[in-house]
């Protein structure tokens, strides 16, 4: 099993910035795949950006070269940087793992953009 745990999410005006953390219970370098999804209200839960255990990451089109994922296997954490946000970036963020063909998620954290 996999247990995670997101911090840093908060309030931002718009075009400011945000670092999210995903703690894991074990090494993430064992974890194949890690993600970060959000969940707007009314909306269903999109992927916003994941990252393999080779290094590779991708993106979706609408955070593309604002938001960044890293991985710091020593920390067991992973990390989702967020500049330039937007009020469309208000959402709920969940961390997500796929350890042996099985996917945990954390409880989540808000991150709302609003002046």
């Known amino acids: 099993q996999v247990q995670l745990v997101e911090s840093g999410g908060g309030l931002v005006q718009p075009g400011g910035s945000l670092r999210l953390s995903c703690a894991a219970s074990?090494?993430?370098?064992?974890?194949?795949?890690m993600a970060w999804y959000r969940q707007a209200p009314g909306k269903q839960r999109e992927l916003v950006a994941v990252?393999?255990?080779?290094?590779?990451?991708n993106y979706a089109d609408s955070v593309k070269g604002r938001f960044t994922i890293s991985r710091d296997n020593a920390k067991n954490t992973v990390y989702l940087q967020m500049n330039s946000l937007k009020s469309d970036d208000t959402a709920v963020y969940y961390c997500?793992?796929?350890?042996?063909?099985?996917?945990?998620w954390g409880q989540g954290t808000q991150v709302t953009v609003s002046s």
């Open positions: 997500k793992a796929v350890y042996r063909n099985v996917a945990y």
């Open positions: 990252i393999i255990s080779g290094g590779n990451t």
């Open positions: 074990r090494t993430t370098f064992s974890i194949n795949v």
